[in-house]
């Protein structure tokens, strides 16, 4: 079974810096998705990016960039000039490609992000 | 707007008072599913749809129902709610079909069981 760990329970910022979230994943399987989910105090899951493990270029949504490391099975969130708004929840989700059946996301614990202003 | 929607948001009950949490969606998808989250625990899979009549076990299923009878439904039922079941649940859906799609979340649903 496929496994994520976030071993950063909270993180901050300052307003307009850079931040970096870690993953790590632990897989078998050679083709799937990675995510990276943001939960606000509204408490909606929203997805902020997303990698497919086939592609070697990072995936960059605007501010949020992705290091993907397949070999080491490590796969970041970076945010670029934080703001107030980002402050949440990041979750990072695993999803196998190959299973025609089960869309299951396999989450990590979460890193909850602050942002000081 | 597509959305996927749930009710009720909020639900405070007792031990062993059978409820049913709603899930609905417009988007015409084939895939639906049901998630609980814990501190520190994330968030877990509980029973997915594939189709309707089509419903599987997740991996927390114990003393949770579910049912598909129409596409745009996926009800969450709990015949006898215990305090473990106390939790922040999720449904979530996607056209389904293998390849990659999006899923969607519902707003999430805070259950605590007395």
């Known amino acids: 079974a496929q496994t994520v760990t976030q071993s950063q329970p909270e993180m901050s910022v300052q307003e307009a810096e850079t931040v970096t979230l870690s993953c790590t994943y632990d897989t078998s399987e050679s083709d799937y998705y990675l995510f990276w989910y943001k939960q606000p105090p509204s408490r909606q899951m929203i997805l902020v990016i997303r990698q497919e493990a086939y592609k070697q270029q990072n995936a960059t949504e605007n501010r949020f960039s992705v290091n993907f490391q397949k070999a080491a099975k490590s796969f970041s969130l970076k945010i670029s000039d934080s703001q107030l708004g980002d402050a949440a929840m990041y979750f990072c989700a695993y999803r196998s490609r190959g299973n025609f059946g089960n869309e299951k996301l396999t989450f990590g614990t979460g890193t909850r992000l602050t942002i000081i202003p | 707007e597509a959305q996927v929607t749930q009710n009720p948001r909020y639900l405070i009950t007792v031990t062993g008072k059978k409820l049913t949490v709603t899930c609905s969606q417009n988007?015409?998808?084939?895939?639906m599913s049901w998630y609980r989250q814990d501190p520190g625990l994330g968030l877990r899979q509980i029973y997915y749809?594939?189709?309707?009549?089509?419903?599987d076990k997740g991996d927390v299923p114990e003393g949770y129902k579910v049912s598909r009878k129409e596409k745009r439904n996926f009800p969450l039922i709990l015949e006898s709610p215990s305090p473990n079941q106390t939790s922040l649940y999720f449904c979530?859906?996607?056209f389904g079909l293998g390849a990659y799609n999006e899923q969607f979340f519902g707003p999430g649903t805070r259950l605590t069981v007395l």
């Open positions: 979530a859906s996607s």
């Open positions: 988007m015409n998808h084939e895939y």
């Open positions: 749809s594939m189709n309707v009549e089509v419903t």
